[in-house]
């Protein structure tokens, strides 16, 4: 998923959950007092970052930070949104920190992100040491989402095995557990993190017509599918999400578009350093 354009335009399960949890549960995040520094981690194409989280971030803030491994989201964000408080870097969350971001930033969100990072315990570290003292991080990421059983099961077929070896790198290391919201918070408190709190929501989302699906399955898709392959991968992954019972069978009325019903698990976590 490196093509900012087409995440930009499909993005829509992220947005919302993003604005739903900052609305719901930002009055639980203590600002600093003075001059503070903010960071997004995994801010994909920058949209969430400027068109949502900074909604919520008080004046007080100096310098707003937005950061991902993918280096062509970080270019098209700094292309697009980048102004004398906001800038846009590529840091891989799961990998060596570079010493002069350590203690840098008074608060770390991240949207959508912490699902892709296997080694969870590194991960968190690195959100831990990113941080200054008093410092405060909001995440929110996936646990169980139908997208994820899709991945398993086109991975097992003859036809798209090949293209899908790593596949579970490309899951959530909460898919298949029972109750990951005291996974995270043992993690969490492991690691040094204070004042955890961490909850695992159910929520339901609905495509309205499969167009707007097909947009979002191709905007994330993580997988080096061959380009004249990539139709009938969709439809694929359509047959799975029918076998699943997430994309309606049949409709009573011919002209209304047939629906996807997307239930997930949503990770919201917050601690303090
Ligand atoms: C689904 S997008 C979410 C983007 C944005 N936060 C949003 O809510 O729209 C996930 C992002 O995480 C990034 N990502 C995946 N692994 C990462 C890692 N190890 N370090 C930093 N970013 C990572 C991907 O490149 C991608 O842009």
Redesign the pocket.
Known sequence: ??NAVL?QKH?II??ND?LKCLEEYGQLITWKNGKITVL??????G??TTSILKRFIPNNCERLVG????ES?VKYANEHYANDHTSFMV?????DLPNELRGNFDHAF????MH??QNQEVGFRNIYDLLSEGGECFLVFLSQWPMFDVYRTLSRSTKWKLWMEDVERFISPYHDCQEPEKKVKQLMMSIGFTSVEVECLQKTFVYPDLDVLKGSVTS?NPFKIPKDLEEDYVVDFFNVLRDLRVIDHASSNVDEPIKATFNYHLIVAKGRK
Do not use: Q, T
């Not at 950061?67 to 993918?70: K, L, M, P, R, T």
């Not at 840091?91 to 990998?95: S, T």
């Not at 991240?110 to 992100?113: C, D, K, M, R, T």
């Open positions: 998923m490196n995440y993005n992220s947005k993003a997004d981690l995994g801010c994909g194409d949209s969430v950061c991902d491994i993918s989201m840091l891989d969350i799961e990998g991240s949207f959508y992100a892709w990072i994330i």
